[in-house]
């Protein structure tokens, strides 16, 4: 899987565990939704933008990525 896919999907996990839409994700996270959405279309996320997710989300960096979907060989890129 590739990173960017592995984010996405962990950003949908954490939406469906804290019952938030994506648009509540943006506003709280300063981020926007346009940004969230198109992801999995990207080659690359930025920091910042990962950063943003994490407020929204009123979590850190580290509970983001700890997740078995970060597990090294499940990443491809």
Same mark, same amino acid.
């Given at each position: &899987? %590739?990173?960017?896919?592995?984010?996405?999907?962990?950003?949908?996990?954490? &939406?469906?565990?804290?019952? &938030? $839409?994506?648009? %509540?994700?943006? &506003?709280?996270?300063?981020? *926007? %939704? $346009?940004?969230?959405?198109?992801? *999995? @279309? $990207?080659?690359?996320?930025? @920091?910042?933008?990962?950063?943003?997710?994490?407020?929204?989300?009123?979590?850190?960096?580290?509970?983001?990525?700890? $997740? *078995? @979907?970060?597990?090294?060989?499940?990443?491809?890129?």
């Amino acid at each position: &899987m %590739r990173l960017v896919d592995a984010v996405f999907a962990r950003i949908k996990e954490l &939406m469906k565990e804290k019952g &938030m $839409s994506m648009y %509540r994700l943006a &506003m709280n996270g300063g981020v *926007p %939704r $346009s940004t969230i959405a198109t992801i *999995p @279309l $990207s080659e690359t996320v930025t @920091l910042a933008t990962i950063y943003g997710v994490c407020e929204g989300f009123q979590i850190t960096l580290q509970e983001f990525f700890n $997740s *078995p @979907l970060f597990d090294k060989d499940k990443v491809t890129d």
